[in-house]
């Protein structure tokens, strides 16, 4: 139990960090808008880059924050019926919704994913617009975050049965 | 097995699961992922990869995080506090003048995060227990307070329309110049409403006396220096769109940019209020965007398995166009008081908003705006509706659940109103979009 536990403290201290990086993004987003407006608006002189550029940044910012809301229980959830149950029950509850929604939500999105990115990055696929900035990059987003997001999960089932257990976290 | 005995299997089996208290996005996401690879199969993996994919590539979604930021910018920088002290000192000797200050800050402020909670709980924190020192009715107190937060999701730039116009391919600056006239039209039933009531019985909402305030033109001072910037920022945001200079996510970044200068000026600009609103928009914004996410592949499979045209078919089948009305009407309300509005906008508008413009001829902006106020009704709505749980969560003193459900139903009535008015007199809609959008 000590070793999960200390497992489940090292993957949230993973997501931790991923999150602290990856809040900071939304100032680059706001900066690339400011940027293009001005250029767009006052010097009549739009940017290639523009477009995908944003794209990219807000991809990376919603798939990497949110293993990260994940672990601070950002998301909602209708606890309605469930907070009222017993306490040992709302665990057991848990965690089977973990293995039958969140491992099977984020397993298959790594799944379906690997083979997306990795023939992007065997075709070094490129974007469709002018500019046509390398994308294989971005296409890996999706099956890294979800990998992310699974093993938030495992932190939060081990954490589940410490409490069931009745071990102090 | 029937097609209709399909859709009402997987129906019962979605509202279950979502019982369970699990997350909404990861629920969905995962029964999305289960129902596909019993009924469709291992495409089921690329299909969920690729539907995900086009919402990281969805540019009217970028406002998302945008305006959360601007939001919590603002938040932060107490702009809504200082706001209600101004208005307040200004509006106070009126009969219920301090319930009315409480309406006019969540309209300017309903900027806020689209999250209603959000919106309630600052509110509440900030003018509730004021009110209530100042004698204000507990009933009415709570009451003005949850239907200004619920305002939110209407007056933009709300998030609510942000999805609405991203889902229905339909222009969100549109959306935003339109629903500027049912905001407007409900916050103005409310104020009405709360100068009237307390005229008539002024313990409701005792006016404060003359004597212990400045003179007026002292208050007027200082009511408009406290209304004037965040008034401004919102005529920026709105005005770059009416003008189409901006496209809704541009304005989002000007709005988030123009919040931080806003921050500068009120001497709040530090690293940790900066951080505090960027770690809170990495929470909402994923939250929502979450939702997107996980509804977007369940609704992919909920249509491949046939249960869409199932449902659209039953409502193409009512015939009239107000009975139609009615039933979706009745449909997103129910929905509204047990599922998130993301939730019920990702699965309900692929299937209604063409069948509402093909077969029935209606407006997609004037029947996304009625969505909108419909879904303010149901989150005031007893026993479930969201916002009665926020305000639950306050524990306002002396303030029972009691209170809050009878404070809720004037609101919800005056709600009905609004939604009658808009659905009879499309020109609450049309005349500010038509303005703008002519050409």
């Known amino acids: 139990m000590k070793l999960l536990l200390s497992i489940a403290g090292w993957i949230d201290t993973c997501n931790d960090w991923v999150g602290r990086v990856i809040q900071w993004a939304i100032v680059l987003l706001v900066v690339v808008f400011i940027i293009e407006s001005v250029l767009r608006k006052g010097f009549s002189a739009p940017q290639i880059w523009f477009t995908e550029t944003s794209y990219f940044i807000f991809g990376y910012y919603i798939l990497f924050g949110s293993a990260y809301t994940f672990l601070h229980k950002g998301h909602v959830a209708i606890d309605l019926i469930s907070e009222r149950m017993p306490e040992k029950w709302q665990h057991m509850l848990a965690i089977a919704c973990f293995i039958g929604f969140t491992s099977v939500f984020s397993l298959a999105m790594v799944k379906g994913g690997i083979p997306i990115a990795v023939n992007s990055w065997k075709a070094m696929e490129l974007g469709h617009s002018v500019w046509r900035p390398p994308i294989a990059h971005f296409r890996t987003v999706i099956p890294v975050a979800f990998f992310l997001i699974f093993l938030q999960g495992i932190s939060s089932i081990i954490k589940h049965i410490a409490a069931l257990r009745g071990t102090k976290l | ?439």
Not at chain 2, 9 to 19: K, N, R
Not at chain 2, 211 to 238: C, I, K, Q
Not at chain 2, 295 to 316: Q, W, Y
Not at chain 2, 335 to 340: C, K, Q, T
Request: aromatic share 12%.
């Open chain 2, 1 to 439: 097995m029937s097609d209709t005995l399909l859709l009402l299997l997987t129906a019962f089996l979605t509202i279950g699961s979502l019982f369970l208290g699990h997350p909404v996005a990861l629920t969905f996401g995962g029964l999305g992922i289960l129902l596909g690879l019993v009924f469709i199969g291992p495409a089921t993996l690329p299909i969920a990869v690729t539907k995900t994919y086009s919402v990281m590539v969805s540019f009217p979604l970028i406002a998302i995080p945008l305006f959360i930021f601007m939001a919590y910018i603002l938040e932060r920088s107490g702009i809504a506090k200082k706001m209600f002290d101004g208005i307040r000192d200004l509006v106070a000797p009126l009969p219920g003048g301090l319930a009315i200050a409480v309406t006019i800050v969540c309209t300017v402020f309903a900027a806020s995060t689209g999250i209603i909670g959000a919106s309630i709980v600052s509110m509440g924190v900030l003018a509730g227990p004021y009110l209530l020192e100042q004698k204000y009715d507990k009933k009415l107190t709570v009451g003005t307070i949850m239907a200004g937060g619920t305002l939110g999701i209407l007056i933009p730039p709300s998030m609510l329309l942000i999805v609405l116009g991203a889902v229905a391919g339909i222009s969100v600056g549109q959306l935003f110049i339109g629903a500027i006239g049912p905001g407007l039209l409900l916050s103005g039933l409310y104020m009405f409403y709360i100068y009237i009531l307390c005229r008539i019985k002024p313990s409701l909402g005792p006016p404060v006396p003359k004597a212990e305030m400045d003179n007026l033109s002292v208050r007027f001072v200082r009511g408009m220096l406290s209304v004037t910037p965040p008034v401004l920022l919102m005529a920026v945001v709105l005005g770059s769109i009416f003008f189409g200079i901006a496209t809704p996510s541009e304005a989002g970044a000007i709005g988030a940019f123009a919040a931080i200068i806003l921050m500068i000026c009120y001497g709040e600009f530090n690293l940790s209020n900066l951080r505090y609103a960027a770690t809170a928009t990495v929470k909402t914004s994923c939250m929502v965007m979450f939702i997107i996410i996980g509804v977007n592949i369940f609704s992919a499979v909920f249509m491949a398995m046939g249960c869409g045209r199932t449902l659209g078919g039953l409502f193409e089948a009512l015939g009239n166009k107000w009975m139609f009305f009615a039933m979706t009407m009745l449909l997103v309300y129910l929905l509204g008081m047990i599922i998130d509005w993301t939730a019920i906008l990702m699965l309900l508008v692929p299937i209604f908003f063409p069948i509402a413009k093909q077969v029935y001829g209606l407006d997609p902006f004037w029947f996304g705006m009625l969505v909108a106020i419909n879904l303010q009704v149901s989150f005031l709505s007893p026993p479930f509706g969201y916002a009665l749980f926020f305000m639950k969560s306050l524990k306002l003193p002396g303030v029972t659940l009691g209170d809050i459900y009878k404070g809720a139903i004037p609101f919800i009535m005056l709600q009905i109103i609004g939604l009658i008015l808009v659905a009879i007199f499309p020109q609450f809609v049309t005349y500010l979009t038509n303005l703008a959008f002519a050409h």
